[in-house]
């Protein structure tokens, strides 16, 4: 069996009901990224074109690689 991902997430995201995203609190992605490491900002960068997408709000926070993960909790 074949999955086609960007079809099936395409179905997902255009699934949301509309007061999903018109609530007080709209659903947001937040991610950390610690380091510079180019792969991961491809996917950081693909994720935050998803949720434009979707209408839903991706935050970004950059972090050096040398931040402990207590920092982050």
Do not use: W
């Amino acid at each position: 069996m074949l999955i086609h991902g960007h079809q099936v997430a395409h179905q997902l995201l255009s699934s949301l009901p509309p007061h999903t995203l018109s609530g007080r609190y709209p659903p947001t992605l937040r991610i950390f990224q610690v380091g510079d490491h180019a792969p991961s900002k491809i996917y950081i960068r693909n994720k935050i074109q998803a949720c434009k997408r979707a209408g839903l709000i991706a935050k970004v926070s950059h972090f050096p690689e040398d931040t402990e993960t207590s920092r982050l909790l």
